[in-house]
Nanobody
Framework: QVTLVESGGGLVQPGGSLRLSCAAS????????ISWYRQPPGKERRLVAF????????RYADAVKGRFTISRDDANYMAYLQMESLKPEDSGVYYC??????????WGQGTQVTVSS
């Protein structure tokens, strides 16, 4: 069974922190690039962070650069998104995606993040 399961979302005050986790199983995780996306209510799903297979390259959306950090732990089939200095506009459903050449992309079910005072 191939799965990606996000966790760690919740309600946090502006300026707070959250660590999102993505637990993978059923596929060769280390060969896949991992991306985190978010989708605010009623808006398009957009890329926020990317990490390459092997972890040698990362990229971030301008809106989160300097505040979010993507990482991976291939030995444990895990990926993470550390979120600092959160703003209300960071709210939305966060999804992880695993991608490799010539195979279908894989998505998790999403985890809700709400930043509100």
């Amino acid at each position: 069974q191939v799965t990606l399961v996000e966790s760690g979302g919740g309600l946090v005050q502006p300026g707070g922190s959250l660590r999102l986790s993505c637990a993978a199983s059923g596929f060769p995780f280390s060969y896949y690039s991992i991306s985190w996306y978010r989708q605010p209510p009623g808006k398009e799903r957009r890329l926020v962070a990317f990490i390459s297979s092997g972890g040698g390259a990362t990229r971030y959306a301008d809106a989160v650069k300097g505040r979010f950090t993507i990482s991976r732990d291939d030995a444990n089939y895990m990926a993470y998104l550390q979120m600092e200095s959160l703003k209300p506009e960071d709210s939305g459903v966060y999804y992880c995606k695993a991608t490799s050449e010539d195979v279908p992309e894989r998505w998790g079910q999403g985890t809700q993040v709400t930043v509100s005072s």
